[in-house]
């Protein structure tokens, strides 16, 4: 079955760290860029961290640049979230999302076609 | 705030039509970006509904469409059902971020 199991999540208290790993099965994960999602008790999406097939092209949320990383290993078909100063904010649920991309009017568009069932991060002393 | 805006909610009887609004600016939607929407059922992961301003994945229902103009995008819903009752999400690119995936706040649709 295609699918992406997220794993890692927890209670963590602020200022600490955390990993997630994201693992995906039955498709050619090397040939997606994925990205991370997350979502606060109650709110909206919010849109993470993305990373192309490659490794080459990394990007964040202002919100979280500086204090997450994202990776992958395309070998162990996985994706990882390392997240470190770790605030109350930062409280989530945290997809993995495998982006499909095309070109259209002149643009690069991107939708996410394939999410995980999510993991829940809470950062509470 | 988020850089696409939704209503909060919306409501409609079951058989009846309800539509979502997606309102970006310049750098999004007005910008030619296309525009994808999602549907979050409680307690479980978005699953993707209309890619591409108006294309159904497989399996989704004709009864969801979606259509972009100027600045905004809908999401339309005939027919209204009880298990249509969710969460709904617009997403789309800002050139302004790189390209990089932004959502809209999300509407609840309720089934009266």
């Known amino acids: 079955e295609v699918q992406l199991v997220e794993s890692g999540g927890g209670l963590v208290q602020p200022g600490g760290s955390l990993r997630l790993s994201c693992a995906a099965s039955?498709?050619?994960?090397?040939?997606?860029?994925m990205n991370w999602v997350r979502q606060a008790p109650g709110r909206g999406l919010e849109w993470v961290s993305y990373?192309?097939?490659?490794?080459?092209?990394?990007t964040y949320a202002d919100s979280v640049k500086g204090r997450f990383t994202v990776s992958r290993d395309n070998a162990k078909n996985s994706l990882y979230l390392q997240m470190n100063s770790l605030r109350a904010e930062d409280t989530a649920v945290y997809f993995c999302?495998?982006?499909?991309?095309?070109?259209?009017?002149?643009?690069?568009?991107?939708?996410?076609?394939?999410w995980g069932q999510g993991t829940l991060v809470s950062v509470s002393s | 705030q988020s850089v696409l805006t939704q209503p909060p909610s919306v409501s409609g009887a079951p058989g009846q039509r309800v539509t979502i609004s997606c309102t970006g600016s310049?750098?999004?939607?007005?910008?030619?970006?296309?525009v994808h929407w999602y549907q979050q059922l409680p307690g479980t992961a978005p699953k993707l509904l209309i890619y591409?301003?108006?294309n159904r994945p497989s399996g989704v229902p004709d009864r969801f469409s979606g259509s972009r103009s100027g600045t905004s995008a809908s999401l339309a819903i005939t027919g209204l059902q009880a298990e249509d009752e969710a969460d709904y999400y617009c997403?789309?690119?800002?050139?302004?971020?790189?390209?990089?995936?932004?959502f809209g706040g999300g509407t609840r649709l309720t089934v009266l």
């Open positions: 999302a495998r982006e499909v991309g095309y070109d259209s009017n002149a643009n690069y568009n991107v939708y996410l076609d394939l």
């Open positions: 039955a498709f050619t994960f090397f040939s997606y860029g």
């Open positions: 990373i192309s097939s490659g490794s080459t092209t990394i």
């Open positions: 310049s750098s999004n939607i007005g910008a030619s970006y296309d």
């Open positions: 591409g301003n108006s």
């Open positions: 997403q789309s690119s800002d050139s302004s971020l790189n390209g990089d995936v932004v």
